[in-house]
């Protein structure tokens, strides 16, 4: 019979085995991925602190060389400063002209000596034997005489030879008295070669530069000739400047974003040694081991997805092939057995492939077995003379069987029509109210009735079944009412007659000798 509508479904869940699957993975090799991540962040710490050393070793080394040769000139001024030459009151400066020649070929440069008070030369080994000198000395040599000790002056221009040079002047002291100065010329070259003497990497470059921030030095040759006397970009100044040591990026004068470290040089207030690498550069010395870690990371990821791809898929192939069959079974449309459905390698979906095929085949069974019942229920419904119909809880018509058809319906099959819409005028008659009873009350009831739309009188029985539905048998007791009709209307004449004619009639039952006799 039928059965009651059935709900539209539910939308199914948006999440997948596969997604479920891979977040699995994904869980597992979170730890894994964490460390890392971490491991990662770690290598990229150590590799910029490591990078950051390195540089900012290397300016304190050269720092340290700069101090180193700056002292070097001072001690041979002052070994010079302390000559006989110049004492008493008439030094004898041919003599200490030809000393000063001596050791300034020695260390190769030129000195010279200038009188205290006027800073005019009086000796200066750069000129020639017997040349005229009388040039006046920088002004920053006056703080030698003012202080007693010696200096070293920024980057200025040689009284003499016009050039860029720096003097490291050294007082001459005699009897509490300072009555000259000897200065030792530094030339930018030599402290370029200096700086150069350094292995620096590629793109990479030395600058030291004065207590005004004008550039004195650079390792590289094009910076020397391009940048000496040049003061040090904004950028670079506004890190360093008050500062002893440090490390930053800024543009340099070439406009290039550079990692520049820094370091004072000890001896010589102001002064700095800076050192500058490209950025790129810089940044490869750390980003090699964390992009290696990072790879190895992503490769770990990638590894894992996969793994989870294919697990999923020995997984989901046989899934999607019981759901499909599962589709299969619940529309009707058949296919294969899931035994004939390929084994799954993986042990609990090859248990429920077996699983669906046992079940099929004990819903196969009972179906058999279900069949055969309703076949011999329906031979036995054919069988009997009366009208069989059923009827569910919504008075549909479950099963009708011939002998009701040809008397209800002129043989027409009325399975799955509502019973009264098809016989409304039967509503609220005693058919109507015996069946609503037997529904209702689950008790066996009778009704008989003409029924005027079909000129035909039915009694009808209807019994309760155990799904909810009743079962109605009926017969046409139309031809059994005429006859009894009839024999009443024949009795009556009878009795008629006999008064009338003052008879009188008996009925003997010759088998049994029993006699009846009428009133006359």
Avoid: K
Avoid at 12 to 23: I, V
Avoid at 379 to 401: H, I, K, Y
Avoid at 427 to 443: E, I
Wanted: glycine share 8%.
């Amino acid at each position: 019979m039928p059965s009651a509508a059935v709900a539209p479904s539910a939308p199914l869940p948006r999440t997948r085995l596969g997604h479920l699957m891979l977040a699995l993975v994904l869980v597992v090799l979170l730890p894994a991925i964490g460390v890392g991540v971490y491991a990662t962040w770690r290598a990229a710490t150590a590799g910029i602190d490591a990078a950051q050393l390195r540089l900012s070793d290397t300016a304190t080394a050269l720092a340290l060389a700069v101090d180193r040769e700056i002292a070097g000139y001072r001690s041979a001024a002052l070994a010079l400063a302390a000559s006989r030459t110049l004492d008493g009151p008439r030094p004898d400066l041919t003599a200490f002209e030809a000393e000063a020649r001596r050791l300034a070929g020695s260390i190769g440069t030129s000195m010279a000596l200038l009188d205290a008070g006027t800073m005019r030369q009086l000796v200066n080994t750069r000129l020639p034997e017997g040349a005229p000198t009388g040039a006046v000395a920088a002004d920053e040599f006056q703080a030698v005489v003012r202080t007693g000790r010696p200096v070293v002056t920024n980057l200025v221009r040689g009284a003499a030879s016009g050039e860029p040079v720096v003097g490291v002047a050294v007082p001459v002291l005699r009897d509490g008295r300072i009555p000259f100065v000897l200065a030792v010329r530094v030339a930018p070259d030599d402290l370029h070669r200096l700086l150069a003497a350094q292995t620096l990497r590629a793109g990479t470059f030395a600058s030291l530069v004065d207590a005004r921030s004008v550039i004195v030095a650079r390792s590289d040759a094009a910076g020397q000739e391009s940048f000496v006397g040049r003061e040090a970009s904004a950028a670079v100044r506004r890190h360093s400047d008050g500062e002893t040591a440090g490390i930053f990026r800024a543009p340099t004068l070439d406009g290039v974003e550079r990692v520049i470290a820094f370091r004072a040089v000890p001896q010589i207030p102001g002064w700095r040694v800076y050192l500058a690498e490209p950025v790129a550069a810089f940044d490869a010395a750390w980003r090699g081991p964390a992009a290696a870690l990072a790879a190895g990371g992503a490769t770990t990821l990638i590894l894992g997805g996969l793994l989870a791809f294919f697990a999923a898929r020995r997984v989901l192939v046989p899934i999607a092939a019981l759901g499909r069959h599962a589709d299969a079974l619940a529309s009707g449309s058949g296919g294969v057995s899931a035994r004939a459905l390929s084994q799954s390698p993986v042990r609990e979906l090859e248990l429920l492939r077996r699983g669906f095929a046992q079940a099929e085949e004990a819903v196969e069974t009972r179906g058999r077995a279900l069949r055969d019942s309703e076949a011999r229920l329906r031979a036995a419904v054919e069988s009997t003379s009366d009208g069989v119909f059923a009827l569910t809880p919504a008075w549909r018509v479950t099963l009708m069987n011939r002998n009701a058809m040809t008397l209800l319906a002129g043989g027409r099959d009325l399975t799955g029509q509502d019973l009264w819409s098809a016989f409304p005028e039967a509503v609220g008659g005693p058919f109507w109210q015996a069946y609503q009873r037997c529904m209702a009350q689950r008790v066996p009831t009778e009704a008989e009735q003409r029924y005027a739309p079909l000129d035909r009188t039915f009694h009808a029985r209807a019994f309760p079944t155990d799904d909810g539905a009743i079962v109605v048998f009926f017969r046409d007791v139309t031809q059994q009412h005429a006859v009894a009709d009839r024999i009443v209307r024949s009795e009556l004449r009878l009795s008629i007659a006999e008064r009338a004619g003052g008879l009188g009639s008996f009925v003997w039952e010759v088998a049994t000798g029993r006699a009846e006799y009428s009133a006359g």
